[in-house]
């Protein structure tokens, strides 16, 4: 009997992650799910359902339920996939640097103080950029209205950014970075359209929706 | 749509389950294959239940432990039906595809 409550303490210890109204509603009921699975004469929480009860705890607390329309989980993969292409992009500024330096040299030598300031720049720049990707898709998921807005913003700096390098000759210079740069641009274009499509408009504006 | 959802929606399609009963009847269905987890059931039963796919049947405490029961929504019966169909042509392509000396597998 002490085995069984030790266990039971320990289940319940990991279902203290979960939110409160979830707790409320079902945690007796996965206990009661959690003892009838465990192993006889087993003492404490397995390492491999730990894993699985905290897991479920975080996508519960990132992204609580709700009818997510299919455009707005389109538009989140996107932005995560956006955070993985501004990591790809910024390796390949990392893996030409020298060579676009090599090429700015031979043409505009005047130039490579400020190519290098640049290439500087945007590897400071780029743990913001990936976690501002992050950031977004985790709160597009939620249906937050502002991370729509904001999400805008963050386009029209990227867009920005891009125009500029453009009009710095990278494209004829440093061709690799011009074209992970605009794989991001468009994956920011792509992700954009569809939160402010009108089916993601329901459902970051449910009370418009209803009237 | 993940095998898990496909397999707990499976589970539900003859009749109400508990959160026990689902996972029983899943490792049935898998023969053994698939070993789900409270986390995941629940993960995904809380995510189904918000999609309108599942539904509370009902409640019974059985020796002390509250048990809940959920069955399929006609929405989720609907899903569940065309997933199964896109499986079924899936496979049946590939089983086709890869029968000897048929559609000009074989030159």
Redesign the interface.
Known sequence: MSEMTALERGYRRVLALYPRSFRAHSEDEILAVLLATAEEGQTRVGLAEAWDLVRGAMRMRLWPAAPRPRVVRAAVKLMLAGAAAELAAVVTVVVTSGAVRAAVAARYPADVHSVMVHQVAVLAAAPVAIGMWLWLAWANGRGEDWARMISAACFGLLTLSVLSSLSEHAATDAPASMIAAGIVWAIGLASLALVFTPAAGRYYRPQLAQQ | MQEATFLILTALADGPQH??GI?TEVAQISVGRVKL???????AL??L????LVSVDGEEVVEG????YYRLTPEGTKVLAAEAARLQANAAAALIRLRPGLAGGVA
């Open positions: 959160g026990y996972i987890r409270a986390g995941t059931l629940y993960t809380d995510r239940r918000s999609d309108g432990r509250l048990r809940r």
